[in-house]
């Protein structure tokens, strides 16, 4: 077996193109997280054409994220109890957004169906979530994992980049119903993807393992994890604290004066350094010392989070939230590696879930929380002290859990 430099070749990012079904589970993933991104921007036009109240459009999120917090652990435990395949086989629910498409064609669409149709997509995307996270270990090998979950991590931000705008091309000219359509085709795409898997998928322990019992030995296995609750502590902390995005339009048109315009190059910068590093992870291959590589990526984060507080400068503010997508990213991929290699296949369901509701509370309440302090301190301020809380926060989990900061990857291979 050829060796590059201390890697092995199977190792190598490009070996993942040689894993058929690793290739069409990430195709019908992009295909579906796309899709998504259309009916996201249909809704929320939509609703403000109906209502025109910018809180309107809020609640749309909330009607969201509250079923998707409450539900993920019930994800998690279907994700560890059934076939994960036929499980997101089932949520692919291309039905609502078809529904929203032919009642917005008829005239008859309403600030209340939107908010139904919100609350049943959350419901069937915390069913699904867990088990898409889950899956990713049986379809490559354990060498590759760190590559696949970096490429698999492209989804997150390439849609956000590129999703919206192909999105608002199509909403203007074809209208909201040519969006939901999109997504329809999207939830296609990723239910024939799943029927094209080829691999073996663990069944799971079956229905009677879904009980309290079973949630609770889920819990205390990350609860008791030496390595995995510290990440998902030190993932919802960074996040929480250090989470800016709410105080863009502030930065646009109050402190940077670049309007709208600007503002939508703020909202893409993170994404884009995201993007750059997932795809340097996924070509490059694994770390040996993961987690050193997870705090340098926190640390990034809440640096350029300062810096970025006290800029004034769009071009130095562009270049800093590049950074802070990038060391998030970074540490964000190598956690999840972590956590999929140390958890055992029938637990790695409900660790996924409990992982999620703190990556997904963590930039929520985030923005909130940056929102109430910029409120009091003004907008700079709320962003200098997230940034240096996230570094607080760094210093502390370092010094508490010094076995983190000492994890290697186990497939590291020195040949």
Known sequence: MNQIGNITEDSSGFSLLRHRDFCVFWTGSFLSSIGTQFTTVAMAWQI?????????IGLLGVARALPQIALLLVGGLLADAVDRRKLMMCTQM???STTLAWLTLAGKASPQMLY???????????????????MIPNLVPRPLLAQALALQGTQRYVPIIAGPSIAGVVLAVWGPAACYSVDACSWLAMLAALILLRAKIPQGGGWKTISLASLHEGLQFVWSHGIIFPLMVLDFSATFFGNVRGLFPIYARDILFVGPKGLGILYAARAVGSLIAAGSMALFGPVRHGGRWIFLGIG????STVLFSGSQLFWFSILMLILTGAGDTISSILRSTINQLSTPD?????????????????????QFESGLVAAWLGAQLSALTGGLATLLVLAIVAGTFPRMRRFENPHFSTG
Do not use: C, D, K
């Open 48 to 56: 403000y054409e109906l209502t025109n109240s910018p809180l309107q």
């Open 94 to 96: 291309g039905l609502f």
């Open 116 to 134: 139904i149709a919100t609350v049943f997509l959350a419901f069937f995307t915390s069913l699904e979530q867990p088990s898409r996270q889950s």
């Open 300 to 303: 990034i984060y809440g640096i």
């Open 346 to 366: 029938e637990l790695r369901g409900r660790m996924s879930s409990i992982n999620s509701i703190f990556t997904s509370s963590g930039p929520q309440l985030g």
